[in-house]
């Protein structure tokens, strides 16, 4: 049991890159596969080529799955976590026959690539940017509140303006809702647009405030990443201080 753990587990031996990389090029197989089932017009014998090749790779991802589960210590551990969760749930709806398709989940399962390669410096990158949300995280916490009850006044004021004369478009808050979001994010779709003259003149204001929902919280971040970076720069000057 404990050389199938270092296989599963570890990444460090010969057999368990080995492993990792098998599984790693699987998943973009079957991502690739999940794609041309998309593309119109397949013949049948190409539809049936891909379907055997999802048989074949729900298969392996089970028994990689139930290898995980069964190595693990404690177990609860593995099942729970981000990546048992995901691996989970790229295998479950095959089994259950449900209408939901979520083989693209597997696009998750290849964050594990940088662990394989040990590349230092983006785990070096995540975990500083880790530590500048933890850094702004009662900032962006206020402020998403402060955005919601921003976007629900939109949508209440908007529909003030335009639920007579757009009844169709604007006809309740929850229909001003989509309307709202689109404007707040600058996106503007232009499926739903005020007519009034009014609703315009609202429109452009919460543009203008749009733009700040927008730059307030990339302004945050990256505030607290320097800030992070420079906490990073200080504990490794102090490390290099400390060497006789």
């Known amino acids: 049991m404990q050389k199938l753990r270092q296989v599963v587990q570890e990444s460090d031996t010969r057999l368990g890159r080995l492993f990792d990389l098998s599984v790693l090029f699987l998943i973009l197989l079957s991502l690739v596969t999940f794609s041309l089932e998309t593309l119109p017009n397949l013949s049948d014998t190409t539809r049936r080529w891909l379907n055997a090749f999802e048989v074949f790779s729900v298969i392996a991802f089970s028994l990689e799955y139930c290898l995980r589960v069964a190595v693990a210590s404690p177990k609860r551990k593995y099942v729970l976590s981000f990546f048992g969760i995901v691996d989970l749930l790229a295998i479950v709806p095959f089994f259950l026959g449900l209408g ?62 335009e639920s007579e004369a757009q009844p169709d478009a604007f006809g309740s808050v929850f229909h001003c809702l ?36 927008i730059s307030v919280p990339a302004g945050l971040v990256a505030s607290a990443l320097a800030q992070a970076r420079k906490m990073e720069d200080n504990t490794t000057g102090d490390i290099l201080t400390d060497e006789p």
């Open 100 to 161: 939901v398709d979520l083989r693209s989940i597997r696009t998750l399962r290849l964050l594990r690539l940088f662990r394989i390669l040990k590349l230092a410096r983006y785990s070096a990158a995540a975990r500083r940017f880790h530590r500048a949300i933890l850094i702004a995280k009662e900032e962006v916490i206020l402020f998403l509140g402060a955005a919601l009850i921003l976007l629900y006044l939109a949508a209440v004021g908007i529909y003030q303006f």
């Open 178 to 213: 989509w309307w709202a979001i689109v404007t707040l994010t600058t996106v503007g779709y232009g499926d739903v647009y005020p007519i009034t003259v009014g609703g315009k003149i609202f429109t452009f204001v919460m543009l203008v405030i749009g733009l700040g929902v």
